[in-house]
């Protein structure tokens, strides 16, 4: 069942849902397709409040109902790294998960050496379970990944 997430709102992103013409957010401008990067996060755009400006995508790439579980993922253009805006996004998107989707954990899996994207899920306070053999996209090679959760407050 396809649904559209609302707007959410931080100190310096505005979180929209992603329209039926997705653009590509890396710094290269070429679209996600080109790239050979099918399968990336699409629930929200990014945007920049000042200057009024996409800089990436964040969502939940796999929404396991039954098990109350989300996995997230983002992507976020080269140029604006180092700034916190992923670690912001990301904890509007997982407060969102815990509290209007009801989710009891949310996991997200990194490649071991990227080390951008585990600074971000450890800042939100996820801790690696276990190393796994998975896919980045759905036909990408089998690599080995990195596998956080974090659960619900209590």
Same mark, same amino acid.
């Given at each position: 069942m396809a649904w559209s997430p609302p707007q959410l709102t931080t100190q310096r992103l505005r979180l929209v849902a992603r329209d039926d013409n997705p653009?590509?957010?890396?710094?290269? %401008?070429?679209?996600?397709?080109?790239?050979?990067?099918?399968?990336?996060?699409?629930?929200?755009?990014?945007? /920049?409040?000042a200057p009024e400006q996409p800089i990436g995508s964040i969502g939940f790439i796999d929404w396991d109902r039954e098990a109350r579980l989300g996995e997230i993922g983002f992507m976020l253009?080269?140029? &604006?790294?180092?700034?916190?805006?992923?670690?912001?996004?990301?904890?509007? !998107? !997982?407060?969102?998960?815990?509290?209007? #989707? %009801? /989710? &009891?954990? !949310?996991?997200?899996?990194?490649?071991?050496?990227?080390?951008?994207?585990?600074?971000? /899920?450890?800042?939100? %306070? #996820?801790?690696?379970?276990?190393?796994?053999? %998975?896919?980045?996209?759905s036909k990408g090679p089998i690599v080995d990944l990195d596998l956080f959760i974090l659960r619900k407050p209590r």
């Open positions: 653009r590509s957010f890396i710094s290269d %401008g070429r679209s996600a397709a080109e790239q050979d990067l099918p399968g990336l996060p699409s629930n929200w755009r990014i945007i /920049l409040k253009a080269n140029d &604006e790294s180092g700034r916190g805006y992923m670690t912001e996004a990301c904890r509007a !998107v !997982v407060a969102f998960g815990f509290e209007k #989707m %009801g /989710l &009891e954990a !949310v996991k997200a899996k990194s490649l071991p050496g990227n080390r951008a994207s585990i600074r971000i /899920l450890e800042k939100l %306070g #996820m801790r690696k379970e276990k190393q796994i053999q %998975g896919r980045l996209w």
